[in-house]
């Protein structure tokens, strides 16, 4: 594994404080105490928007650009691929081993395409306009959900961490996948051993951390929209 070898503030990360993919990223880098400038983008404002949609004309968030090595990396996983190989740290969030690697990899995929994803297409449906709302959609992703976290909770019955005995990427992942599900379906009433792990989540520094500071935007979550 390289070492870390460049500067210590050539990281930047571009990205906003209620961003669920962003704050995996957040708590990565805070396992590891990896220093790196937060860029906050704010997409309402047009000239804000336009810069970034220039840099990463996809526009998503997070996104990370490493100065030292003049790389720009998308996508929460593969940064936090990044930041394994170039600024390993003494938390290993992906070990060595191929197995168990694959893994971790395997638990990251399936709580961001079943969860992460899922709780995502329910919460942004609410900004759109009332007319323009997909139920359908979102009756389907509710559906998913449910069925993901039955999957989730018989794993946590017998595991303290989302690949095993030890907190690696896939936690990551959970952290506000799950803290996010929980404003949608109270973990707590249907699945316990989830709701557990959840509470070992927001106990943990790093992700406590992205939690306190993305607390003055919590307002801005949308809420279930009135009744028709």
């Given at each position: 594994?390289?070492?870390?070898?460049?500067?210590?503030?050539?990281?930047?990360?571009?990205?906003?404080?209620?961003?669920?993919?962003?704050?995996?990223?957040?708590?990565?880098l805070?396992?590891?105490?990896?220093?790196?400038?937060?860029?906050?983008?704010?997409l309402?404002?047009?000239?804000?928007?336009d810069?970034?949609?220039?840099?990463w004309?996809?526009?998503?968030?997070p996104?990370l650009?490493?100065?030292?090595?003049?790389?720009?990396?998308?996508?929460?996983?593969?940064?936090?691929?990044y930041?394994?190989?170039?600024?390993?740290?003494p938390v290993?969030l992906?070990?060595?081993?191929?197995?168990?690697?694959r893994?971790?990899?395997?638990?990251?995929?399936?709580?961001?395409?079943?969860?992460?994803?899922?709780v995502?297409k329910?919460?942004?449906?609410?900004?759109?306009?009332?007319?323009?709302?997909?139920?359908?959609?979102?009756?389907?992703?509710r559906?998913?959900?449910?069925?993901?976290?039955?999957?989730?909770?018989?794993?946590?019955g017998?595991?303290?961490?989302?690949a095993?005995?030890s907190?690696?990427?896939?936690?990551?992942?959970a952290?506000?996948?799950?803290?996010?599900?929980n404003?949608?379906?109270?973990?707590?009433?249907?699945?316990?051993?989830?709701?557990?792990?959840?509470?070992?989540?927001?106990?943990?520094?790093?992700?406590?951390r992205?939690l306190?500071?993305?607390?003055?935007?919590?307002?801005?979550?949308?809420?279930?929209?009135?009744?028709?």
């Amino acid at each position: 594994m390289t070492h870390r070898r460049y500067t210590p503030m050539s990281l930047t990360l571009y990205m906003h404080p209620l961003a669920s993919y962003c704050h995996k990223v957040l708590v990565a880098l805070y396992e590891n105490g990896t220093p790196f400038r937060p860029h906050l983008v704010d997409l309402a404002n047009a000239e804000a928007r336009d810069a970034f949609y220039k840099r990463w004309p996809i526009g998503r968030f997070p996104l990370l650009h490493d100065d030292a090595r003049d790389q720009q990396i998308p996508e929460s996983s593969i940064i936090i691929e990044y930041l394994a190989q170039h600024y390993p740290g003494p938390v290993v969030l992906i070990p060595a081993d191929a197995d168990a690697a694959r893994e971790v990899r395997l638990q990251d995929r399936f709580i961001d395409i079943y969860v992460h994803d899922q709780v995502q297409k329910i919460i942004t449906d609410r900004l759109r306009p009332s007319d323009q709302h997909d139920r359908y959609g979102v009756a389907q992703a509710r559906d998913r959900l449910h069925v993901s976290l039955g999957i989730l909770e018989k794993r946590m019955g017998h595991h303290a961490w989302a690949a095993g005995d030890s907190f690696s990427m896939a936690d990551c992942a959970a952290a506000p996948a799950l803290f996010y599900g929980n404003l949608l379906i109270p973990l707590e009433e249907e699945y316990p051993h989830t709701a557990a792990y959840l509470l070992r989540l927001m106990q943990r520094p790093s992700f406590d951390r992205v939690l306190r500071e993305a607390e003055p935007y919590m307002h801005m979550v949308p809420k279930e929209p009135a009744a028709a």
